[in-house]
């Protein structure tokens, strides 16, 4: 999978950026604060992801304008498609491929796939579980249709939920809990499977993230992936029926794979909390690298690799590793300096200056 060609309307500070995109290796240069993590972030939305900035759709938008329009060529083995997304501060965005409506835009991800390096990743060692929650349901829904629609049928499930224990306001009537059986049954249905997906996922990833660890930071240490999921140790069911209580008192669903964490254990030791901080680097990019593997394997597609400013924030030794491991797929890496590794060899370099794309 290549993108050709990318077109981006009133999005972030890029009024109107159009560029062709190298099959290879291309390197965007320019200054802090004008539009390379902007540009970086427009191609991963191809992939149907969330912003992995976190970003909300009214930051995604031009200031002063209430849509922002991203736009790609793609080209799949010799086909093309045409990518359009609509990101509207007034409505529902709206997204298509080759004029056609995609119902969810997690569907885009048929087309496009996409795997985004950050200098925020130590947060998928370091930050809450719902950052490690996100890591690994988008990555298994990149290949996994009926993933992504049951994930969809989980969260609209919780909110229902949560808005009945809300409105209880701490009581527990007969009403609420005839409406509570109702919704737990759907709930159970649909975390079984969510949880057996990850626990699957997790099988066949966590070597190549123990092997990835072990090139990028040059030692041994073993590294293990294993999901907390304290309900599946009983069943769903009757941790609700234990939890009922003090749910109805807090208003929540308090149990369920929403509230699950991906335990990553360095020397057998938990590395959010015990590992160095150049020993969760190393752990965190070994997770990307791992993520471009499962996608590579599964759908038989090199994802698109999106490097953020990646190089600034590690030691030469780590970085001459992190290129050694890195795949021979399309690569859009960014640096405001310009400078990058040895090993790293750019077909092509797009200069931007305040979201304007200037010839380098």
């Not at 290949?143 to 209880?168: C, G, S, Y």
């Not at 190393?282 to 759908?299: D, F, G, N, P």
């Not at 600034?312 to 960014?334: G, H, K, M, W, Y």
Request: glycine share 6%; charged share 25%; with cysteine.
């Amino acid at each position: 999978m290549i993108i050709k060609r990318l077109w981006l309307t009133n999005f972030r500070n890029h009024h109107e950026t159009d560029v062709e995109l190298n099959d290879n290796t291309t390197l965007v240069v320019g200054l802090n604060g004008h539009g390379k993590t902007n540009l970086i972030e427009g191609l991963y939305l191809l992939s149907g992801a969330r912003s992995f900035r976190g970003a909300k759709v009214d930051a995604l938008v031009r200031s002063g304008h209430t849509s922002a329009y991203i736009r790609a060529e793609v080209e799949n083995q010799s086909r093309t498609s045409l990518i359009e997304i609509e990101l509207t501060t007034q409505g529902r965005s709206k997204a298509q491929v080759n004029k056609q409506k995609v119902k969810r835009f997690r569907d885009l991800g048929d087309t496009v796939r996409a795997v985004v390096f950050s200098p925020d990743d130590l947060e998928l060692i370091k930050g809450p579980p719902a950052i490690r929650r996100s890591l690994l349901d988008d990555t298994i829904a990149i290949t996994n249709p009926e993933f992504r629609a049951v994930r969809t049928d989980l969260d609209h499930i919780l909110r229902q939920r949560n808005n009945l224990l809300k409105q209880a306001k701490g009581r527990l009537s007969n009403d609420l809990e005839t409406s509570l059986t109702i919704w737990n049954e759907q709930l159970v249905n649909a975390a079984e499977l969510i949880g057996d997906t990850r626990e699957e996922f997790i099988h066949q990833f966590g070597p190549s993230v123990a092997d990835f660890y072990q090139q990028v930071a040059g030692r041994n240490d073993p590294v293990t992936l294993n999901i907390e999921a304290e309900w599946r140790h009983t069943g769903l069911a009757e941790a609700l029926v234990r939890s009922q209580d003090d749910e109805v008192r807090r208003g929540m669903t308090l149990v369920g794979p929403h509230r699950d964490d991906l335990l990553m254990l360095l020397n057998s030791l938990p590395s959010r909390s015990h590992a160095s901080q150049g020993e969760q680097r190393s752990l965190a990019l070994a997770l990307r690298l791992a993520t471009y593997l499962y996608i590579e394997k599964v759908s038989g597609d090199q994802p698109l690799v999106l490097l953020d400013d990646v190089f600034s924030e590690l030691d030469e030794t780590r970085a001459r590793r992190l290129v050694e491991c890195l795949p021979n797929s399309q690569i859009v890496l960014t640096s405001a300096t310009g400078t990058v590794p040895e090993g790293v060899n750019p077909s092509q370099t797009l200069s931007l200056e305040e979201g304007q794309v200037c010839a380098p």
